[in-house]
């Protein structure tokens, strides 16, 4: 393939998340065809601190929306990104390295304006997670996670985790204590991220406000947003952390028990959103 051109770019603004954002189109050409055939790539466009949402299978309701894109998800508030890389996803350790929800095959089972249920199984790990999301109203997300192994398998560590936008600067736990996020990620190194609190059992979890600009000047704001593990949910711990330098996000992060030989176990968390 060979470069052709670039029409009609208009504006780059850097968001949260982003590294380059345009609004024009991509023009490529394959010099060994006949005829020339040119294929215009999807535009992103920006602009007052939004974003379109990505395709895929969406949940909205009033002013929250929810895509799923195979084993990870985003959410947005009033347009507005929340998270960031992999989003809400589920990750476990085992034989010596880790696996997420991204890398495991889905299929979306049940599809509705407000729900979703999606099967997702790894076959090298043989194991299997049925995911139950649904919008209980614009300000509360409920996830219930089913996972099943279908063969001998010991995994060491088992966990969920809202990967976050840079741009949320504190964190806080419900009635106990609140931090501030480190200004600057330490360098890859594919296994650990900066532990900036734990504690064990259940507990509420969260990132302040943020607004996106200053003074007058601040027209857009990114919502509280809370992860909440019900001690029903089989949570061992909770954690807040920052990741490294590939993926630049703050975590909440909910432990569920590990997973040893052939078993089942469930976990339910709620996400809320305050504007």
Known sequence: MKYVGIDGVSEVLGLSDADVYFSGIIILRDEDAQAE????????????????????????????????DSGKCGIFWNNLGLTKGLGLYSSFFYEKRWHDSSQAFWDVRDLKAQSLVAVGHWP???????????????????????????????????QTCLMLSSRYRQWFVS????????????????????????????????????????????????????????????????????????????????????????DSAQQELLIKISP
Request: charged content about 25%; aromatic content about 10%.
């Open 175 to 262: 009635g106990q204590e609140y931090g501030r996020f480190p200004k600057d990620f330490n360098e890859h190194d594919g296994l650990c991220w900066d532990k900036l609190w734990s504690g064990q059992g259940s507990y509420r979890i969260g990132v302040k406000k943020y607004g996106l600009g200053m003074g007058f000047l601040c027209k857009a704001y990114l919502p509280e947003v809370v992860l909440e593990c019900p001690s029903r949910s089989n949570a061992v711990g909770m954690n807040i952390l920052n990741t490294d330098n590939l993926y630049e996000a703050r975590i909440l992060q909910c432990g569920l028990e590990a997973c040893g030989k052939t």
């Open 37 to 68: 055939n040119i294929s215009t790539i999807r535009r992103v466009a920006v602009s007052n601190n939004k974003e379109e949402l990505p395709l895929g299978n969406k949940l909205y309701l009033k002013n929250l929306a929810l895509t799923f």
């Open 124 to 158: 090298w790990a043989s194991l299997t997670q049925i995911w139950d999301i649904r919008l209980l109203d614009e300000r509360k997300i409920v996830i219930k996670m089913v996972r099943e192994s279908r063969g001998p398998i010991i995994v060491e560590k088992w």
